[in-house]
T-cell receptor, first 119, second 116 residues
């Protein structure tokens, strides 16, 4: 069975601070996908980043960066120079990797981290 | 380019009733997945439809059923509603065979169901 744990329930920062959201996962699959989604008050889950298990290269995309470490089963997400508009609930998610759409269609989500950025 | 649309936005039902939620996938997508999100929790996978067939199912009772139409839109039906069915129901669309690097789900804003 797959499991995703986001240990931080809530994080509060002041604008322009950097903030890192932690995610630890469990899976028996040898290949899998990891995701970060953002959920603003409107309710819609907004895709942020996706990582394949076989690609451990860490990247930066604008103010977002992520640290994927297979050895510790962690997939942490960092927002640099946070802004008030970043306030939302952030979810880490995991899917298996099989043939076709079943590979990533069934996501296992963490409990979410509520991020509040104060002006 | 229309995203994932869901209707209705909000719904209030009483215990024992039946409800139907609707979803239109993002243009060009052929696969629809449904998730239930209880207050303060992460979304939980209900089931996934492709080519009008249920392809995967999560840990939900048979009271939860679905359908996909030839135009790829989908319905989620819940029978004999319980108080515990109160939640945000999210629909997600995707491609069954995406281009490499494009494996991701696009979500709608959800239907907030309240069971009284």
């Amino acid at each position: 069975a797959q499991k995703v744990t986001q240990a931080q329930t809530e994080i509060s920062v002041v604008e322009k601070e950097d903030v890192t959201l932690d995610c630890v996962y469990e899976t028996r699959d040898t290949t899998y996908y990891l995701f970060w989604y953002k959920q603003p008050p409107s309710g819609e889950l907004v895709f942020l980043i996706r990582r394949n298990s076989f690609d451990e290269q860490n990247e930066i995309s604008g103010r977002y960066s992520w640290n994927f470490q297979k050895s510790t089963s962690s997939f942490n997400f960092t927002i640099t120079a946070s802004q008030v508009v970043d306030s939302a609930v952030y979810f880490c998610a995991l899917s298996g990797s099989n043939a076709g759409g079943t590979s990533y269609g069934k996501l296992t989500f963490g409990q979410g981290t509520i991020l509040t950025v104060h002006p | 380019d229309a995203g994932v649309t869901q209707s209705p936005t909000h719904l209030i039902k009483t215990r024992g009733q039946q409800v139907t939620l609707r979803c239109s996938p993002k243009s060009g997508h052929d696969t629809v997945s449904w998730y239930q999100q209880a207050l303060g929790q992460g979304p939980q996978f209900i089931f996934q439809y492709y080519e009008e067939e249920e392809r995967q199912r999560g840990n939900f009772p048979d009271r939860f059923s679905g359908h996909q139409f030839p135009n790829y839109s989908s319905e989620l039906n819940v029978n004999a509603l319980l108080l515990g069915d109160s939640a945000l129901y999210l629909c997600a669309s995707s491609l069954w065979y995406p281009r490499q690097g494009n494996e991701k789900l696009f979500f709608g804003s959800g239907t907030q169901l309240s069971v009284l």
